[in-house]
């Protein structure tokens, strides 16, 4: 599963690989609050807004003309279960930051997703190497349910923050708590020092 040309998310390379507190599942388990969206990808726009210099929309067929990579990773969800050796296609963090300009103020990303979900990122834990907009898990499309046609993944913190059905990126000076963090969450989501619940 491990390709040569992708991006190896350095938790992988950990001699324990699974952090503590959690386990190892082979399922894929699918957890959200409320429904799962069915998005038609001939409406899909991913909105980049907040503070940048000229917002942008961009529909599906631009998207998925930008350049894409893969990122090996680990997901560690905070429910306990682990699941390893994860490949992922889509766009990286750092394509956006090609897209738009962001004005030096910004020190936050908010992820907007179908049906008002937010998460919350700093701008240096959304711009780590590994973190990308995902349109592939294991050579296959992201299912509806696992958040298609694009989520975001964030494999060095716990998966609430891989935020599914993504429709915009809103780049802050202000931090501001997401849907999990304002239910009991941490801000964070460091699974190696268990930063479970806020
Ligand atoms: N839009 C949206 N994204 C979300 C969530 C959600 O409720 N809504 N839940 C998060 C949580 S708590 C987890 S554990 C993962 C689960 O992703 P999966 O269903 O693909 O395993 O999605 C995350 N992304
Ligand atoms: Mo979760």
């Not at 950990?14 to 894929?28: A, C, D, I, M, N």
């Not at 090609?98 to 959304?126: Q, R, W």
């Not at 296959?140 to 989520?151: A, I, Q, T």
């Amino acid at each position: 599963m491990e390709e040569q040309n992708s991006i190896i998310s350095p938790d992988t390379r950990r001699s324990e690989r699974v952090p503590p507190g959690q386990h190892l599942t082979e399922k894929w388990p699918v957890l959200h609050y409320g429904s799962a969206s069915k998005i038609d990808t001939s409406l899909w726009k991913l909105k980049l807004f907040g503070l940048v210099r000229a917002e942008k929309t961009i529909s599906f067929s631009d998207f998925t003309a930008l350049p894409q990579v893969k990122v090996f990773s680990d997901i560690h969800c905070v429910t306990t279960w682990s699941k390893l050796d994860n490949l992922w296609e889509g766009v990286s963090s750092a394509t956006i930051k090609t897209l738009v300009e962001i004005k030096p103020e910004a020190k936050f990303v908010i992820i907007h997703a179908e049906g008002e979900f937010t998460t919350n990122l700093t701008l240096e834990d959304f711009f780590e190497p590994d973190v990308l907009l995902c349109l592939k898990h294991n050579g296959e499309n992201l299912s509806s349910e696992h958040g298609g046609p694009v989520r975001l993944i964030v494999p060095r913190l716990y998966f609430w923050k891989s935020a599914k059905w993504v429709t915009g990126l809103e780049f802050s000076d202000k931090d501001q708590p997401g849907f999990w963090e304002s239910n009991g969450y941490h801000n964070h989501g460091d699974p190696w020092t268990e930063e479970r619940y806020g």
